[in-house]
């Protein structure tokens, strides 16, 4: 078989908390490509950061991740700094197009993103300014509040000021709660994923201790207003195009805990989910609506889920991740399947964009002629 694209390379792992579920994410992507025809080149970033090269046909581990814990006993190549390991890519014979199924800081931030636009790679997913909008949750909240997105009111917390001035930070989070009529606030750090650092702090006494918690992951904290008695739902986009983008959904996850936290989200059995959530049809379009009002307002390029808190006041947007989940089970691959897309297509069309995005980007080459005189 041969193919119509470049080698595709595959990032998977990563240094954050989502290593685990990237590793898993990765290898089924790879394996659906190869599946499909495609030149797959695995790419194993360990949780220090460094890359090692998987040997050639790398299945997914059966059991993993812990299998490929040590890449070194699975004969990979390596390790290398990312800067070295995209510059190795970027001089091969047949420069490949980066599949980037990495979560979280690094991988969803914009940092690889970036590190592949000096490298002039073609890349799946948002480029550097929508991935870093994605990750971080009070401008994506700013941006999305000023216009006119439903989304849950929110204070921010630096931890300078944190440090400096703990009873006024605690008055003023006293006075937002009283305004809002509900004690609880979600605290959460303003740049990582996975509810990791999150708390509800459902008493006032619990405040300081969930700001202490997410200040250990981030120097800019959130206290949501606590969306009460709500449902977790989630909308699959794919597209690059404004005007013509796909959406799916929107599924559902019943969490098996107080809220969607790291452990509902990573047990296996503890939480449920559906990719076609159980709403009206009005409801169903006002989503579908702000899902892409929201992709739009942050310029997110290729794909991105995009999570809703439904209760009976009404629906509230909750954040947009630009590399969503991508195992066999995600909700992302499974609500575009329902669409027609089997996974190895869904993931085949995501490089496709990905091709057609560095195919049409200009870059400014001015040369001293062009400048204003
Ligand atoms: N303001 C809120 N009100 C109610 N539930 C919330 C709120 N913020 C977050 N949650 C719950 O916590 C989960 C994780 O929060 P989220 O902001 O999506 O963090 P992460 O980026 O780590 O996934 C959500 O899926 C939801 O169940
Ligand atoms: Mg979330």
Avoid at 49 to 61: D, H, I, V, Y
Avoid at 316 to 336: C, K, Y
Wanted: glycine fraction near 10%; aromatic fraction near 6%; include cysteine.
């Amino acid at each position: 078989m041969t193919s119509r694209f470049p080698p595709i390379a595959v990032l998977l792992g990563g240094p954050s908390a989502e290593h685990d579920v990237s590793v898993v994410s990765g290898s089924a992507v790879a394996d659906a490509l190869e599946d499909l025809g495609h030149r797959v080149e695995r790419h194993l970033i360990d949780l220090d950061g460094r890359w090692w090269r998987l040997p050639a046909g790398s299945r997914g581990p059966a059991d993993p991740p812990s299998a490929w814990d040590d890449p070194v006993a699975i004969g990979a190549i390596g390790p290398e700094s990312a800067a070295a390991a995209i510059g190795r890519l970027a001089d091969a014979d047949a420069a490949p197009v980066v599949f980037i199924a990495l979560h979280g800081p690094f991988g969803e931030d914009g940092t690889v993103q970036a590190l592949l636009e000096a490298a002039r790679l073609p890349y799946t997913g948002s480029a550097v300014a929508a991935s870093a909008i994605g990750m971080d949750k009070a401008i994506f909240k700013r941006l999305c509040r000023g216009i006119g997105l439903p989304i849950a009111d929110w204070r921010e917390i630096r931890s300078d000021r944190w440090a400096a001035d703990r009873a006024g930070v605690l008055g003023e989070l006293e006075a937002f709660a009283s305004g809002t009529g509900d004690p609880r606030l979600m605290v959460k750090p303003a740049r990582l994923g996975s509810s990791v650092g999150m708390t509800l702090a459902h008493v006032e006494a619990e405040r300081a201790p969930a700001i202490e918690l997410a200040l250990r992951h981030d120097t800019l904290v959130l206290a949501e207003a606590y969306v009460a008695g709500a449902r977790d739902l989630e909308v699959a986009v794919i597209g690059n195009d404004p005007a013509r983008l796909e959406l799916y959904g929107p599924g559902e996850i019943v969490a098996g805990h107080e809220f969607y936290d790291y452990a509902a989200k990573y047990t296996l059995g503890l939480s449920r989910t559906t990719p076609t959530a159980d709403v009206d049809p009005v409801t169903r379009a006002t989503i579908l609506k702000i899902a892409r009002d929201c992709y739009r307002a942050i310029g997110a390029e290729g794909f991105a889920r995009i999570d809703f808190l439904l209760n009976p006041e009404g629906v509230a947007l909750s954040e947009i991740n630009t590399i969503p989940g991508f195992t066999p089970i995600s909700l992302f691959p499974v609500m575009a399947a329902l669409g027609g897309h089997s996974f190895g297509a869904v993931a085949e069309r995501i490089v496709e964009l990905a091709l057609e995005r560095h195919a049409g980007a200009v870059r400014p080459r001015l040369t001293p002629a062009d400048l204003p005189r």
